[in-house]
């Protein structure tokens, strides 16, 4: 979630094919980030509703959704977090008391077995990813320290990671929701720091993590999704715009020679790969 707290506006995704991009409003409105996985061929959105509940809906294509479910029963007030795991489609949250929250679905429409870990909190959004086997979960502290563990059922975490400089982990602070992307059979945990500059701390054994400067002028949770042999993130420039950058070895980010078109955002850009697509999904505030 952004850290400037936008009023709601409608959700949108911009299909990138390598070359072009094609825009489309898909209605609904959110003031937070939403979450894209591909479960069953067919590509999922979940976001948090301008009420704080919960939904989610499906599209076969990318550009037309539908199939909306809400889930009255639950809300949160920052964006959410979807990955596969285990056959199952989990989906990650944070409550409006702070505490992370997971349940999982195998028709992406009837979620259940809903695990609420009151042992952490936090203000900010999650991410989600699987690594090595593991289903793997980052979030950032109430304290701002950004924190990190797994599970190998979907149930039972544990091995958490607080990345605050000390039992030989690298310091990383931030006041909005991290980014987690797997690429070359390594492990990226992203994030800005409360310089908005940001960074991603990389793993191949979930150990040891080795920190990189990526960009300055990171005002949001990034987003990330490997796409045509690279990893892509995306971040909201200081003056609230979608930036597209890519590494095709982890280390080395560039621009994107083609940056997405200029539309305004006040909350973080969720990435996804499907079919031959770079989607991204994020509210848009202009034009």
């Not at 390594?186 to 400067?213: H, I, K, V």
């Not at 539309?263 to 969720?270: K, R």
């Amino acid at each position: 979630m952004s850290s400037m707290n936008p009023s709601p506006a409608d959700l949108c995704v911009l299909l990138y094919d390598g070359t072009n991009y094609t825009f489309k409003d898909i209605g609904n409105q959110s003031q937070n980030n939403p979450a894209l996985a591909v479960f069953n061929d067919t590509l999922y959105m979940a976001f948090t509703g301008t009420n704080y509940h919960l939904n989610i809906w499906s599209s076969s294509d990318g550009l037309t959704w539908g199939n909306q479910h809400i889930y009255d029963q639950n809300s949160s007030k920052v964006g959410p977090a979807l990955a596969v795991f285990n056959g199952l489609l989990y989906w990650a949250f944070t409550g409006t008391n702070g505490h992370l929250n997971l349940w999982s679905s195998s028709d992406g429409t009837t979620f259940g077995n809903q695990h609420v870990y009151d042992q952490n909190s936090s203000n900010v959004g999650p991410a989600l990813a699987v690594f090595n086997g593991l289903l793997y979960w980052a979030f950032t502290g109430t304290d701002g320290y950004l924190n990190l563990w797994s599970s190998s059922d979907g149930v039972t975490f544990g091995d958490q990671i607080t990345f605050n400089g000390q039992a030989g982990n690298p310091s990383a602070v931030s006041t909005v929701g991290p980014g987690l992307g797997v690429f070359n059979n390594t492990l990226y945990l992203a994030y800005s720091d409360t310089n908005q500059d940001l960074y991603t701390l990389a793993t191949t054994d979930g150990r040891t993590w080795n920190p990189n400067y990526v960009t300055n002028e990171s005002t949001v949770n990034p987003g990330m999704a490997v796409y045509q042999s690279s990893l892509y993130a995306c971040i909201l420039t200081g003056n609230f715009v979608p930036y597209l950058m890519m590494t095709p070895n982890g280390r080395k980010w560039n621009a994107l020679t083609n940056e997405p078109p200029y539309y305004l955002s006040g909350a973080g850009v969720a990435l996804a790969a499907y079919q031959s697509n770079l989607v991204l999904a994020f509210p848009y505030t202009w034009p």
